[in-house]
């Protein structure tokens, strides 16, 4: 943990280099998570006929709770070390679990934080309070800065966040850009890397395949990482990414950038994120903003399974799945499917009002009888 580190890809990453298919590997890694992550089998009751579900817990990762955006950071947070930053800038909305294991992880690494949060315009001059991640961000002394949804859809994440690191260097600072999400072609790397974990686990668990892999997408990064990693490491399963947000025309457009940055020049035909990675809008109401039926069932699977969703993105994800196992059963069955939680639970307490009836309805609290 902690340590910075020359980054040494594996055998079959130093091999896709060799052959000119993907670009040069970053140079350094510092050590933030708690890798490799469990994956073990999900007990989730009526899946398809001969359906196999198992999940990847993402959500253990480490860095307070920092769910995917750890891999990610390890690669972003070694690139600003290695240029000796002393301030880390990134943007999201006003209960962004990347911002928040930005803000966690930059301070255990001896950097300040910039949190440039996305918010209403009625609530944007007013201090945003504690709840959730908010209260993660300002224990690690991130210092955070409000705009309105319209700035941001006016302006945009990339001039916003160009606009602080100008600020901050007028002010004789070393400010670092961090994208939303942490999704752009360096901290993809980290979820690259990872698919290689599922392959390793699912020899462990005695799997003679993984058919598919599930998860949600929010900025890109995790999906493609896990997209390209597949099919570079040898695991070969099918990729189904449910959007939290935006359209999935957006996402394969988007995602096709990333690839471009990783892939080479010569190779970009062969890796085409339409053809390796298929999304599937689940963003219903839109961008964190829960259904009543989102939110049963994430009281209605940790109620009996154990599992933690999180409203945002995995609980939405594992929504989209749940319906498409309804709608087009025999897509699923026999399959061996792995759904990557990749945490955010503290985005739970932003839906307390929401989620006090669900439970309710399944729990029960009576004086103790003496």
Known sequence: MLSMNRFKPPEWLADAIAKNIIRAAPEKRVSLG???????????????????????????????????KVRKLEFLLADAM????DNVVTIGGIQSNHCRATACAARLLGMDSTLILRTSATDVDKDPGFCGNLLMNRLAGANIE????????????????????????GLGKKPYLIPVGGSNALGTWGYVLAAEEILVSQRELGLPVVDDIVLSVGSG?????????SRLCGLNAKVT???????PEYFY???QGILNGIVTESEKEKFKAVDI??????????????????????????????????????????YGLMQSMKSD??????????????????????????????????????????
């Open 241 to 247: 990414a449910f959007s939290a947000c935006d359209s």
């Open 146 to 169: 409000l705009v309105t949804k319209d700035e941001y859809s006016r302006l945009g994440s990339e001039a916003l966040g160009n606009t602080c690191i100008q600020r901050l260097e």
């Open 253 to 255: 457009e988007f995602c």
């Open 329 to 370: 059963p025999s897509r699923w069955e026999d399959r061996r499917v792995v759904f990557v939680h990749t945490g955010g639970f503290l985005g739970m307490y932003d839906k307390v009002d929401q989620l006090e009836e669900p439970i309710l309805k399944g729990t029960s609290v009576s004086r103790f009888v003496l």
């Open 34 to 68: 708690l890798l490799p992550t469990p994956m073990h089998r999900w007990n989730v009751p009526n899946l398809p006929k001969g359906c196999e579900l198992y999940i990847k817990r993402d959500d253990l990762s480490g860095m307070e709770l920092g769910g995917n």
């Open 221 to 229: 990064g995790s999906a493609t990482g896990l997209a390209l990693g």
């Open 277 to 318: 990675m298929e999304v599937v809008s689940a963003k219903g109401k839109g961008y964190a903003v829960s259904t009543e039926e989102e939110l049963a069932l994430c009281v209605e699977i940790a109620a009996q399974t154990g599992i933690m969703l999180d409203p945002v993105y995995s609980g939405k994800a594992f």
């Open 82 to 85: 290695n240029k000796e930053c």
